[in-house]
């Protein structure tokens, strides 16, 4: 049960009661499991097949589904939040904004993966992705801090986050469970599993939760379902397949400025109430991996997905020339593949040779309605800061189709010549392309003093080739110390290049729209050197 929120993030906390019995519980647990035999920690996300994490060449935080159910999340930051070196903040609802190995913000240097599978395309970064995905009732989650590109391609610099689905049990069962709190939070979380049958094991999750907020105006809703498939024909044959399903319809003026007076004295006031954010996501996904004999495996995951959004950004809200109050609708569907084969060779080098092709072709359009508050605001005083209360809808400042599409090989080689030494090498090469269609008429579009610059239909396209060297050295078996290179880039993306933004002269923005076309990618460096141990096992020894 929840019994209140955090006033300034309204994030619902546990009740003492419950803390204290899970806390004991925890206490409990390890002594209960001394007396079995540790399994070694295993990660997936860095070379996209199960890996010792003690041989890994990057750092990588891993949270199981144990720490999952017991930490419960009601929002991203409570559980990645555990891993040292991620920051995850809270702004509206389950919206959040990130700091790996970046400063906190809402840069588009981060790939956010379910099951390995890219959440968005490249070029349609959202920073909130994870409110996309049913965390509370996930697997796991692996972060891979630091650039990831000579496996994942564009966006993952500053980490890679992975979310894993939870497998279907052998047994059949069903659980539900239910949470209350103060400010309208409630949230019910339910499962059912089918067992294992002669077709397979079925697992499906269902996550609704509601909170009225505790500003004036700023309640969340959201229905998610997760379906999976596990099936294995034959000794040879594993078949997996997702449905992911979210709808989120949030309003989200709770970060509005407040005045002294307002913030000592009735700090519940929203200056922002008309903003919102609605979201729908759909991911679906077949995997086949089938062994072939003499150590080969050959994987195929073709996915499909759908993303879109409307907003009403409340940091856009300002009656000056200057701002950029708009409502805007992006509507994404993807389809793509990821092909993947790995090979382990015979030998005391433990040699893997790993190669792919990662295809993803991504249909989108983008509309944007510019917002007049004129007779909808109040004007602030020093006692109250300005309301924005209502809106009236102005003209259409964009209105484009655009097609993102790329092809992505990539090939991983892993070997030991010592048996305490782990060596990496890695290449990707990206191709991507966007192609728009600019549905409004070329040339100057005007709203009062903006001066919104409409080029006509236009593509771009960008290629990058991103190495990896890694090596992971065994001083003892708890500890290990490892270093590595990498190379990694992010793409401009759609809004970059074929939304420009307004200026206050023609020329002024029919220049910012041509030097948009022109971006190139960022590109990024890093070297890395690190240790990683097991402080339990160094105690033992000692």
């Known amino acids: 049960m929840l019994c209140s929120s955090l006033p300034l993030s309204g994030v619902p906390r546990r009740c003492p009661v419950p803390l204290a019995l899970a806390a004991a519980f925890s206490f409990a647990a390890p002594l209960a499991q001394a007396q079995q035999p540790v399994l070694p920690e295993v990660t997936v996300t860095g070379t996209r097949e199960a890996t010792l994490l003690s041989e890994a060449s990057a750092s990588v935080g891993v949270i199981n589904q144990g720490t999952i159910k017991f930490t419960a999340p009601a ?4 559980l990645l939040g555990q891993i040292p070196g991620v920051s995850v903040n809270v702004t509206n609802g389950e919206g959040h904004t990130t700091g790996i190995r970046q400063k906190i913000g809402t840069d588009p240097v981060y790939l956010y993966l379910e099951d390995g599978i890219p959440t968005r395309a490249t070029g349609f970064f959202n920073h909130n992705a994870l409110y996309e995905i049913n965390l509370p009732q996930a697997g796991g989650v692996e972060v891979v801090k630091g650039i990831g590109s000579a496996l994942y391609g564009s966006d993952a610099i500053g980490g890679t986050v992975n979310i894993l689905t939870k497998s279907p049990t052998r047994d059949s069962g069903a659980d539900l469970s239910g949470e209350i709190g103060s400010y309208g939070w409630y949230r019910l979380l339910g499962s059912a599993n089918t067992g294992q049958k002669d077709m397979g094991a079925l697992r499906a999750d269902v996550n609704v939760s509601h909170t009225d907020g505790w500003r004036e105006k700023t309640a969340y809703d959201r229905q998610s379902v997760n379906l999976r498939w596990d099936h294995a024909p034959a000794n040879d044959t594993a078949l997996k397949a997702i449905l992911g399903y979210t709808k989120i319809d949030q309003q989200t003026g709770a970060n509005s400025a407040l005045t002294p007076f307002e913030y000592e004295n009735t700090p519940t006031v929203n200056a922002r109430s008309v903003a919102y954010r609605k979201v729908e996501a759909l991911r679906l996904s077949a995997n086949v991996d089938k062994e072939l004999g003499n150590n080969t495996l050959v994987s195929i995951t073709p996915y499909f997905r759908h993303n879109y959004m409307d907003l009403n950004g409340s940091y856009n809200f300002s009656t000056a020339a200057t701002g950029d109050p708009r409502i805007e609708k992006t509507d994404v569907n993807s389809l793509g593949f990821l092909l ?22 991504s249909p989108g359009k983008r509309t944007e309605d510019a917002l007049n508050f004129t007779g909808c605001t109040v004007v602030g005083t020093a006692t109250s800061a300005q ?18 599409q790329a092809a992505s090989p990539y090939v991983h080689f892993e070997v030991s010549p010592l048996e305490s030494l782990r060596l990496t090498a890695a290449v990707r090469y990206d191709t991507m392309s966007y192609k728009a269609t600019n549905n409004l008429a070329a040339g100057d579009l005007v709203n009062g003093t903006k001066h919104f610059w409409q080029n006509a239909s236009s593509s771009q396209s960008f290629s990058k080739a991103s190495p990896k060297l890694g090596a992971n050295l065994a001083l003892t078996p708890a500890a290990h110390v490892y270093a590595s290179y990498n190379q990694g880039f992010r793409a401009p993306g759609e809004g970059n290049l074929f939304r420009a933004g ?10 910012k729209a041509a030097d948009a076309l022109q971006l190139k990618p960022i590109e990024a460096e890093q070297y890395e050197l690190g240790v990683r141990g097991d402080a339990g096992l160094f105690a033992e020894k000692g």
């Open 502 to 511: 307004h200026d206050t002269t023609l020329a002024l923005g029919q220049t």
């Open 75 to 78: 929002h991203p930051q409570q």
């Open 340 to 361: 993947k084969w790995r090979k382990d060779f015979a030998g005391t080098m433990r040699a893997r040779l790993i190669a792919g092709l990662d295809y993803d072709y």
């Open 387 to 404: 309301k924005f209360n209502c809106y009236a809808v102005g003209p259409r400042i964009y209105d484009y189709d655009v097609t993102y």
